[in-house]
Each structure stands twice: as C-alpha cells, then as structure tokens.
C-alpha cells in the first residue's frame, strides 16, 4: 500500500491542509505511520463543483459502461490483495478472516449492482399511450422512469470497513444509478479509504469516465461533513453511524436554503424475543447462536441484538444460564477505537449500575484495555426495573445484551409498544407461537424494519428483498434501505416526458423497448414492445 | 349542504373553541354564514389518537375493503350532488364547469386507486428462496413488501377545492395504502371541506371501518396546522400550497424529536420555450393555446406557466404580439380569495415596475376589485433584464406570464441553469428542434419533473406514468410526485420477513400468490407461484 494522506479530487491528489491526524492501531494504541490531511473548504469544493460537472456526462453513460465500472471497480479491490486486508486489521483491529469476508460481500455487492443496471428494470419506466379522441379531453402521451439526481456524498461506517465505506452499498448503488460519489473517508480506517480510493480511481481512469465522478476527503473534525453536506452542488447524502452524528448532519441537510435527503441508518436496539416453544428442545443451541450473534464483529453490528426478552420461566432461565456460559467462554476482542472501547465500557457499567440490573454472565478472560478489548456481558433484569429505567431501551455499542423475564405475553407486548424504531427484531419459537402472539407481531411490524424468525439479525443477505432500515431513530426516512437493491432508489427521481418524440426519449422509453426491460404500460407490466 | 361549522374527529362532530372564522365569498367580499370553529389542540389530539388506534384495524383490511370504501367515497361525493359544486363555487369563485370538471376528476382518481388497491402489485412483493447449503454460510429466504406507514395528516391546496383537497390524491392515495387521514380543512373552503367529510364519513361507516379512519379538523391560524405536524402520532404529512408555508411546516416536521416526512409540493415557475420551428406555420395557434394554459382557473395552477423564452427575432415577435392580443381578450375573473387576489395585483406591479420590462398585453376589461378579479397580464423583457432581475424567476400566482426575447440558444441555457426546481418545463417546436437545442433540454432534465412537447403544462393527466414533482423549490423530496399510481410511495415503507413460516407471512408474500400480484422472485418479476 502507498498511501499518501491525502485527498483525490478527481484524477488529482490534494493536500492544502497541514492539520493532520493520524489513525490508531486499536490492538496497540499505537499511532500508524501515515499523516492524513484535513480536508479545506477549497478542496471540498473543487470535489463537488467536478462532481457536479461529471455528472453532466455520467448520467448519459450507458447501463453497460456504469455496469463495467462497478465490475471494474470489484476487480481493483481485489488486485490490492491481502495487503489491504492486513493494512485494515491495523486500523480497525477486526481480524483477518473476518476481514476476507467482508472484502468479498463488498465486491459481490459491486457485481450485484453491476447485473441491476445491466438488466435496466429498476428505473421502473411507465407509460400511458395517448388516446388523441377522448372526451371531453384528449389523453396526453405521459412517460416517466427514474433518473439519477446529481453528486451524492457518502460517509461510510467505522464497523464495516469494506463493506459499509468507499465502495460501499451507497457508492455502488449510486454509482449504479449514474450519480458522481463523493466519499468523507472515515478517520477510523483513513488509510483503508485511500486504498480502495486509489483502486477506484485507476477504475474509473481505466473505463475512461469523467474526471469527477469520484473523489475521496480525509477530515477528522466535524467541520469537513459539515461542509460536505452544507455544499450547494450536493444532492444526496448517505450515512451509516451514530445517532448523534447522524441527527446532526440531518439537523444540516434539513436547514439548508434548497434541504437535500440526508440518508441515515444509525443503528438501533435488535430486540430478540424467545417464545415459549423455541425452548422445549433446550436452550443450548438457541443459546450459542445467539451469543455467536451478540459478539459476531465484537458486538459492533447496527443489528447487534441489545435486547432478549422472555416469559420469566424454568426455561427461559436455561436460557440466560446457557448464554450466560457461552459469554463467559467468549474471550475478549479488541474494539474498533479506543474511543468506542471507552464508550462500551461507560455503557456496560450504566447498564450493570441500575438497580435490578444483574451480571449474569461475563468473559472470564479479562479484558486488556491497552488493547481496546471488550468483555462479553449478558446482564439480566426484570419487567418491573426495565419500566422504571428507559435507559436499558438504548443501544450500547458493543458485545452486551441484558435479558428480560417478563411475566406474561401481555409484558412482551408492553415492552415491543415502548421500542424505538429499530432495524430488526427477532423472534425464536414454533410457527405456533407466532400465530399465538399475532398481538405481539403486529406492534413489531410497526416498529422495525425486518422480523426475523428464529434466525440471528446479524449478517445481512445482500438481496432484492432484503430490507435495512427502519422507523426513526433506526433511519431518518424509513422507506429508504441502505443494504439491498432497493437501496438505488435513494439518488434517482422520476423525470417525465409529455408527447416527447420518440428519437429524443431515453431508450427506455422508446415504444421498441431496446433495453428490453420490464414496463408499465397502461397499468400492466410487460416487456413487450409498444405497437 | 348542511353545515356545522364543527370537526368531525371520528364518528363525533366536535367544537370546543369559540373561536370561529368565516369563509368569504371573493366574487362579493362577504363572509358566507357558517362560523367555522378552530381546531383545539385537545380535538387535534383526539382525532391523532384516534387515527392511530383506527391503524391497527385499518392497516389489515384486505385491498377489496380499501377499494370499495374509495369506491363509496366517490359515490358519496358525487350524491351531493351540485349543491356541493354551488358552495363551492361560493367560497372559491371557481366557475361551475370547471369545477364540474374538477369533481369527475377527483372521483375517477379515487376509483382509480381502488383499481390499484384491488390489482396489488404495488406493494413491490419481493422474494429470495433460500440455498441452505450455500457456501460458506447458508441464503435465508427473505421477502418484503411495502406497508403503511401510520397516520398522515393532509393539507389541500386552495386551488383545486374538490381534486387536491379532503378526496384528492394525498387522501385516496394514503387510504390505498391502509393509512388514517387526519384533513387539516383548507380556511378558504372550509365548508367544502365540510360538505365532502360528511361524504367520507358516511362511506366509512356503511363501509364498516374503525372509528378514526378519517377526521377533519378546521383551523384558520397557523397553530392548528403545527400542532399537527407536530403530533407524536403522525407518521407523514402531505401539502399542497406556497412555498412560505409549505417550508415553516417543513421545517416543523425535520425538528421533531422523531422526524417525519413531509412531502410539500410548493409550485413553481413552469418554463416555456419557444424554440424556432414552432412558428414555421405562423403564431397564432401556439399564442391562444399558450394564454389559454395561463388563464386557465385565472392562473391560479401549480403548472402555471410563468416565463417563455424565444429567440428574438420576426416570429417570436408575432408570438408575443398575438399572446398580447389574446391576453387583451382574456376576461379578468374572480380569484380564489381577496388575499390572494392583491398579492397578485402586488406581484404584477412589482415585475412591471422593473426597468427593462413592458406590459405587452392586458385584459382590455378593467378588472372588478370588488370582485377580486384579476386581469391577465402579458409582460415582456430581454435577456439583460432578467439577468439583472432574479425576480423575475420567482412564481407570481396568478394569470401573469413573462416573455423573454433572448439573443441566442446560448441565453436559453443559461437561463435554463438558473431556474429553481419545477414542476414542469415546456417546448414548443419540431423533433428536429429537440435535436438541435440538446443542451437545453439536459438542463431542463436536472430541473423539473416534467417535460411537454408540443403542449402546456396545466391539465394534469392522472396515471401511472404521471410526475407531478421536481427538485426544491417545486417541492420538499423529488424522489415523490402528489399526482399519479406513484403517489402511494409516500406512504409506505418496505417490512421484511425472513424466514417466516407460510402461513404467518402476509399474502403477497407466500408461495401459492393468492392475490395473483406480480412478484420479484431471485430477481426475476413474475406472477407464479413459489415452487
């Protein structure tokens, strides 16, 4: 890896700023080598105004030539090796076959979006063919499909690296629907964005399209994403953090003279509900999965399940006796910063500290702190001590999840009422159980973005069905996904065409229909050309 | 009619304040009789809470339940009969065969979202079968679909009492859905909004569905209309009026604790553009249908036309000439309401008053102030004016419009680039012409929603290819249009089953497909069922 530290704006690296910061190496808390420059309000500019500019030209690209960047794009992450794998274990302190992993979701995620625009459906072309005799009122020619809105700044998450950052699903999937990308590198793992910043980059140069359509910003202070999302030639923004950071920005797109979407996923509570016959088999298996699930990544998954609720019962104690043994055999990991290791332990003891609140397992290896290690927790509580204490509803980042014995289903329906929005919910049982706890159901379906039955909300299938998002404060606008197919919608609108010619009208929606893509003609779907 | 003055929060007719305000006649300056009550903020209270309790019931009625209460909607309207039309021509000046016209028009809307309620593939049904023995981790099955979001709360617009009001598309759209409306009654109709309630009212009851499913709430001062914006149980919010109003609403509904969407559709200056073919055949048809679109319910429409840029030269000259003969015969008629009606006078005054523009064209009848009526005004200008004057970019509602005599195709872009967000643009010409000025029209394509050829903006076609939207100004999210099929994605979000038994999953989403809908199965749209 060569990493510089500094910005690609276009085919061109900057670095007018001799503020700098460093990233840390969280396992050693050592600083790494490389000095990242903050970002200027000039050069945020210069990467706006050229996204702006390329746009001009990257919306007319071909579905072929946007396809064959995103595979091209897949094709450099992979060319840089392990080497970029090791440099991110540096960063971040995730492991390397978690890392291995996570590299190939994000580049079958590139592929993925690369076959949608191939296939052309998703701009969901519609026509209505005229009817020029009507009465009283002749019917126009009306014709519409999705087009891409302009540059989109994308900043991506500390937790995933890879796969949530600067080839992310935000970027391929705007990139997918012909929107430039403007990427705030993440300060957690700097040199990981510069990286696969330089694979994109020689991606682009080598699909030859225009200087632009994807720069790269180093910052650390809130200042450079401020600006970045303040930036008139900014269309879109998406983000997947903190709720606190998340709001904030939002707080910014919102106040603006001309308010632009601001995209945020910023994590949420999982609740997972054991009902009654997912125990008759015994807890154990139940029980390793799901602490596998609450440490998968240290615990650092937006779908970390923070919440197990339960009918107070033989059983159910099983249960919490069995995770309770399964994190005390969990060995400590190192977290993602130092920062975020202090604010997990901060948690676990504000948690633990409540009255009602019990220890009823932790990792029997202690935690190293020089090594930003997290302990495995299950705390354990009571219906009565969570409906005085609403701080056990918020999410602490990290490997900690607090198990509620419940009295009664009605107490399983009180506590899904009281959630906040959230990502997932999860349920083990028997397909009888859901169907005697429809009440339950029901409020859950209001409440997240997708329910899970006796599976883990960790580890999420990359698909067209799949949904991530949710009810605030789980995003800022829940019909938007952020993992998915779906996800495209967020940078595209619809543009529509009034008695347009047919020589002038996007070739989707052409009455020959050469894309051969799937339309609504007069209300119905058809792939069949207009006769 | 038999009007109340009173809310009618479910099945109750309520009237808690004495606060009471007037409906005025603007073709006579007189209040009309009813005393119209404010809206307290234990009534916005009572018709939120009820709406979300209706919810529950209401977001499972089955798609024949929804259709045939839009379909009693319709028929109950339509039974008032022309008394309706007479009150409302009282309270907007509205002509009766517009609003005759205006009334079909809302009716079929409501039907047509019944049709689509019934087909059902809106939901997006969406289905990944799942690989168990994928390597190195197993596919879930993962489904979804698109579900109501809540309660949403509807504000008309003044200028189409009966199509974008109590039954306009916001309302039939969200009740499609499965979503309780919650009216906040438009103060220039109120007794419109009245007499149409009772219809809705009464269709819900014969229809059998949860109290609270609908409720209208009047209100003439700002505080009703934050008060529900700011409801905890709204879920979106839905607007049609200016731009002042729309965006303190907006802003409202971004500050929330729990933000929400709010999908305002703020109106805008609908560019024309003549370009050189149109006048091959001489002026005077484009003229007269031009000034025709501008006088169209005394200008009073979202799709007004505001400017129209020519080339200068001997035809656009004739144009402009045979526009101002046309705006000379044009009688002034009454507006919407006398506010309304001397903001017009003052927006007139303050264009005209700008050095470098010319009246070329006025109603040769003096218009009756008493009567609040408004002559058409045809001004004219060049290129430098404008570029010294932005406001004359800016949206006077009413029958005024702008020509502007430009040098070259150049002016036209670069007055193309400095349009604000609307709605639609328009051209006049041949194909040919399309061709030859490409430029324009990839400005025009970042601008607005939708493009017309060859026609005029005012009229707009309900369908499913239909965008009635456009980056801000003409509106707060350009993803959504409030006219069209698509309009229901407002009100929506994706839910998310993963493996989920059968016959727990709703319908659209298990393998027999009973409601026939189309499907994305593995990314491939059929109407199969699931092997």
Redesign the interface.
């Known amino acids: 890896m060569n990493l510089t530290g500094k910005h690609y704006i276009g085919h061109a690296v900057s670095a007018d700023s001799s503020d700098t910061f460093h990233a840390k190496n969280p396992a050693t808390g050592e600083d790494l080598p490389t000095a990242f420059h903050e970002a200027t309000s000039g050069e945020i500019d210069r990467a706006m105004s050229l996204a702006a500019h390329a746009f001009?030209e990257f919306r007319?690209t071909s579905a072929e030539r946007r396809a064959a960047f995103l595979e091209a794009i897949a094709h450099e992450v992979e060319a840089l090796g392990d080497a970029l794998l090791e440099l991110t274990h540096a960063e971040t302190g995730l492991p390397m076959p978690r890392l291995t992993?996570e590299r190939g979701r994000a580049t079958s995620q590139a592929r993925l979006f690369a076959e949608l625009a191939r296939?052309g459906?998703w701009v969901d072309a519609?026509?209505?063919l005229p009817q020029p005799d009507r009465q009283?009122?002749p019917?126009?020619d009306?014709?519409?499909l999705m087009?891409p809105?302009?540059p989109v700044v994308v900043f991506g998450a500390s937790n995933f690296p890879l796969a949530i950052s600067v080839i992310g699903a935000d970027t391929v999937s705007a990139l997918a629907a012909g929107c430039p990308v403007v990427i705030k590198s993440h300060p957690g793992h700097p040199g990981t964005c510069e990286a696969v910043a330089q694979a994109v980059v020689k991606a682009a140069e080598d699909c030859g399209l225009p200087e632009g359509v994807f720069s790269l910003v180093q910052g650390k202070t809130n200042a450079v994403g401020m600006a970045l999302v303040e930036h008139p030639k900014t269309q879109a923004v998406a983000f997947t953090g903190s709720l606190r950071g998340g709001r904030a920005l939002?707080?910014v797109a919102?106040?603006r003279p001309?308010?632009?979407?601001f995209y945020a996923e910023m994590g949420s509570v999982n609740p997972v509900f054991v009902l009654p016959g997912a125990l008759a088999n015994g807890a154990d298996a139940l029980a390793s999965g799901f602490v596998q699930s609450l440490t998968l990544g240290t615990g650092q998954f937006c779908t970390n399940p923070g919440l197990v609720f339960g009918m107070k019962s033989e059983s159910f104690g099983a249960f919490i006796s069995a995770s309770a043994e399964n994190a005390a055999a969990a060995a400590p990991s190192t977290m993602l910063h130092p920062g975020i290791h202090q604010a997990y332990n901060a948690g676990v003891v504000r948690l633990r500290d409540i009255a009602g609140v019990k220890v009823a397992g932790q990792s029997s290896t202690e935690a190293d702190a020089a090594k930003a290690q997290a302990a495995v927790y299950l705390l354990e509580t009571d219906s009565e001590t969570l409906r005085q204490n609403p701080a056990l509803f918020e999410e602490v980042f990290g490997p900690v999840s607090t198990a509620v014995n419940c009295q009664d289903a009605g107490e399983l329906e009180e506590f899904a009422n009281k959630l906040e929005?959230s990502l997932t919910a999860t349920l083990h049982g028997t397909?009888e159980d859901?169907?005697s706890h429809k009440g339950l159901?029901?409020i859950l379906?209001?409440k997240?973005?997708?329910?899970?039955?006796?599976?883990y909300p960790t580890?999420i299938?990359v698909?067209?069905?799949?949904?991530h998002?949710g009810?605030?404060?789980a995003t800022?606008?829940?019909?938007f996904?952020s993992i998915g197919?779906?996800c495209i919608?967020r940078f595209?609108?619809?543009?529509?065409?009034?008695?347009?010619?047919q020589?002038?009208l996007p070739e989707e929606l052409r009455n020959d229909n050469p894309r051969k893509i799937?339309r609504?003609v007069?209300?119905k779907?058809t792939k069949d050309p207009v006769a």
Chains 1, 2 share one sequence.
């Open positions: 001009n007319h992993g296939e459906s519609r026509i209505d009283p009122l019917k126009p009306v014709r519409s087009q809105v302009g939002y707080d919102c106040s001309h308010p632009i979407p929005g397909p859901l169907e159901i029901e379906e209001t997240v973005g997708r329910l899970i039955f006796n599976g580890g299938e698909c067209h069905g799949m949904h998002g009810p605030y404060p800022t606008h829940s019909y996904t197919t779906r919608y595209v609108r619809p543009v529509c065409y009034q008695g347009w010619p020589e002038s799937w609504m007069d209300g779907m």
